[in-house]
């Protein structure tokens, strides 16, 4: 019987208010500028009403969001703390999808922000195998020293005692109306600004390939190389930040768009596929319809992308030929520009830019075990 596996960067589900924005003009939302504040005590005042009612109504999209995936176990990023997680599904998946993710695991990871990975999980599945979380296990203290990762470039930004994973790789052993499955949930680093003469996106790849080999060595160390992690079911979930194709976006709206698929001469994800070790089953879906996330720095930079991924194993992909991921993009605010064809309904209440689920589209996966 099928399992709905899901993956979604929920984006900065806090449950703090962040006022750095009064000193640092960087972090200050655009509406605040609008205004004349005179004094911090003022600014804290209108960023609480600012972030309390513009959270309302993303939190009602990512939860309709979640709720269109219908999700057994639902891998999330971005998850500020247990409690900010716990108050979300019960003020608003719960209202959603009623009866739902009893089961949530969460281990503080490593990122600066204090955002973590995070999974929800149901106790049966729809179809009502008894799902029963074995094993939780944390990642996040391994370092470059630890399995001999570090290397010269590297050690532009890094040093060898550093963290590799700037989350965690969350490592979930479940059984599946008896039947295992391990799970493996990460959010590898961003792509930061442009430095030394590269991109945002290749500055930082040393640091996504460090982690996605790291991942590969966690499951190589707990199944084996070759036919043993061939042979394993697993998946490995998250916002890995990084992609093998993208399509670029040229035109504007008044002349319309036209739609150019570009594949890249090198990514952190050639870790995974190179040599066969996980197939993303995203790729099952035709070149124009895998993307995730909308990206534009103006008119000049505008592609669409996946960032967001379900690697299965080899024994889990060859069980389940015909499965095709579901992307969910009703929370999508309007700016971004879907190909021909692609175009949903939006979720009430969606915006330009802002309010919207997330910047992220979860997908989700029905699989057989």
């Known amino acids: 019987m099928p399992l709905r596996l899901a993956t979604f960067n929920i984006e900065n589900l806090m449950s ?3 006022f750095s924005g009064y000193r640092n003009q960087l972090k200050q939302d655009r509406v605040l500028r609008l205004f004349d504040v005179r004094s911090e005590a003022e600014y804290q005042r209108l960023e ?7 959270t309302d109504d993303t939190r009602q999209m990512s939860a309709l969001a979640i709720a269109d995936c219908d999700g057994d176990i639902l891998c999330l ?11 979300f599904e019960y003020g608003y998946l719960f209202r959603m999808v009623g009866n739902g993710y009893r089961q949530k695991y969460l281990i503080d990871g490593n990122d600066r922000r204090g955002i973590d990975v995070a999974v929800l999980v149901r106790e049966e599945s729809r179809d009502g195998e008894r799902i029963e979380c074995i094993d939780v296990r944390s990642h996040a203290g391994v370092t ?8 010269d470039t590297l050690a532009a930004t890094e040093l060898p005692g550093d ?3 700037r989350r965690d790789c969350l490592e ?7 039947r295992p499955l391990t799970l493996f949930v990460v959010h590898f680093k961003s792509m930061g600004p442009a430095r030394d003469g590269l991109d945002g996106r290749m500055a930082t790849m040393a640091v996504r390939q460090a982690e996605a080999r790291a991942v590969r060595r966690i499951i190589e160390d707990r199944f084996g190389r070759g036919e043993g992690a061939s042979s394993a079911s697993f998946a490995i979930c998250g916002d890995m930040n990084d992609y093998q194709e993208r399509i670029d976006i040229r035109g504007d709206r008044r002349t319309g768009y036209t739609f150019h698929p570009a594949r890249e001469a090198e ?4 870790v995974f596929s190179h040599d066969g070790f996980a197939e993303n089953v995203m790729r099952r879906r035709p070149e124009l319809d895998r993307w995730t996330l909308f990206h534009s720095r103006g008119p000049q930079e505008r592609h669409l992308c996946q960032l967001d991924y379900i690697w299965l194993s080899p024994a889990l992909a060859a069980k389940n030929p015909a499965a095709v991921p579901d992307i969910i993009r009703g929370g999508q605010p309007f700016r971004t520009i879907f190909p021909k064809g692609q175009e949903v309904e939006r979720y009430p209440r969606i915006g330009w830019d802002r309010p919207k689920a997330s910047d992220h589209c979860p997908i989700v996966l029905s699989l057989d075990v």
Not at 77 to 86: F, G, T, V
Not at 172 to 178: A, W
Not at 267 to 270: C, G, I, N, P, T
Request: net charge negative; no cysteine; aromatic share 14%.
């Open 172 to 178: 979930l052993e479940f059984r599946i109306g008896g």
């Open 77 to 87: 990023q971005e998850a500020d703390n247990m409690a900010a997680l716990q108050a």
């Open 144 to 151: 470059y020293a630890d399995f001999d990762l570090f290397n």
């Open 48 to 54: 609480e009403a600012r972030t309390i009612a513009h």
């Open 267 to 270: 990514s952190a994800l050639d």
């Open 16 to 18: 703090r208010f962040d």
């Open 163 to 165: 963290r590799i994973f």
